[in-house]
């Protein structure tokens, strides 16, 4: 079965936030929840690099692994989703995930911030399938109508994708080949580590040419 994962290539990223603007509008996001963000390093410094952020459905889910009510689960795919009628809005997640995910509609303390909301790969949660319900709690469910996340398919230049992370292993070793190193896939080696580790091209590695 297809281990769903997403590849932000860096060196593709032109930041115009269409990945930012198809999420909000496809999930109606309430405001101050960003599912998706994008974030430039070393703006206007010679090296600038502009990446789209999300959850990565990790392989080991450090999110699962601190909350206090298994609220967290893996599909069969591999996406990491939570279910809010369990969250109590600890908070416990966002101080453990490395890409900073995890939402809260409140900048209050702890357990008044409201239900926790991130990225579902746009697989939506855990209940039923493209009911007003399920979108409602979680937004849009494009995985069940057999599409990937709008995010990736409004990227034009490529940069952000979604899918079977074999088929874009496979992607982005041909684009490091071409280009002399593979160093620009951010968030891979972090999010896919135990699995991918390996390859010199492959997601997260360094490659020829590249430090």
Same mark, same amino acid.
């Given at each position: 079965?297809?281990?769903?994962?997403?590849?932000?290539?860096?060196?593709?990223?032109?930041?115009?936030?269409?990945?930012?603007?198809?999420?909000?509008?496809?999930?109606?996001?309430?405001?101050?929840?960003? +599912? +998706? +963000?994008?974030?430039?390093?070393?703006?206007?410094?010679?090296?600038?690099?502009?990446?789209?952020?999300?959850?990565?459905?990790?392989?080991?889910?450090?999110?699962?692994?601190?909350?206090?009510?298994?609220?967290?689960?893996?599909?069969?795919?591999?996406?990491?989703?939570?279910?809010?009628?369990?969250?109590?809005?600890?908070?416990?997640?966002?101080?453990?995930?490395?890409?900073?995910?995890?939402?809260?509609?409140?900048?209050?303390?702890?357990?008044?911030?409201?239900?926790?909301?991130?990225?579902?790969?746009?697989?939506?949660?855990?209940?039923?399938?493209?009911?007003?319900?399920?979108?409602?709690?979680?937004?849009?469910? +494009?995985?069940?109508?057999?599409?990937?996340?709008?995010?990736?398919?409004?990227?034009?230049?490529?940069?952000?994708?979604?899918?079977?992370?074999?088929?874009?292993?496979?992607?982005?070793?041909?684009?490091?080949?071409?280009?002399?190193?593979?160093?620009? &896939?951010?968030?891979?080696?972090? &999010?896919?580590?135990?699995?991918?580790?390996?390859?010199?091209?492959?997601?997260?590695?360094?490659?020829?040419?590249?430090?």
């Amino acid at each position: 079965m297809a281990r769903m994962k997403f590849l932000c290539d860096a060196e593709r990223c032109i930041e115009c936030n269409a990945c930012v603007t198809a999420c909000k509008n496809e999930h109606e996001v309430p405001w101050g929840i960003q +599912r +998706r +963000r994008l974030v430039t390093l070393d703006d206007g410094n010679p090296g600038e690099r502009s990446i789209s952020m999300s959850c990565m459905h990790c392989s080991d889910p450090p999110c699962a692994a601190v909350c206090p009510v298994d609220c967290f689960y893996q599909t069969a795919d591999g996406v990491v989703l939570h279910d809010k009628d369990l969250c109590i809005g600890c908070g416990y997640c966002f101080y453990a995930c490395p890409f900073g995910a995890p939402q809260y509609p409140k900048a209050t303390n702890f357990g008044s911030r409201g239900k926790m909301d991130k990225c579902t790969f746009c697989t939506a949660g855990p209940v039923q399938d493209n009911t007003p319900e399920e979108y409602a709690k979680y937004g849009s469910n +494009r995985l069940a109508e057999g599409k990937l996340p709008l995010c990736a398919e409004m990227c034009s230049t490529r940069a952000l994708m979604a899918g079977d992370g074999a088929v874009l292993e496979d992607i982005y070793r041909e684009r490091s080949v071409r280009r002399g190193y593979g160093s620009g &896939a951010w968030g891979w080696s972090t &999010a896919y580590a135990d699995e991918d580790w390996g390859n010199a091209f492959s997601p997260g590695r360094v490659g020829i040419g590249k430090s």
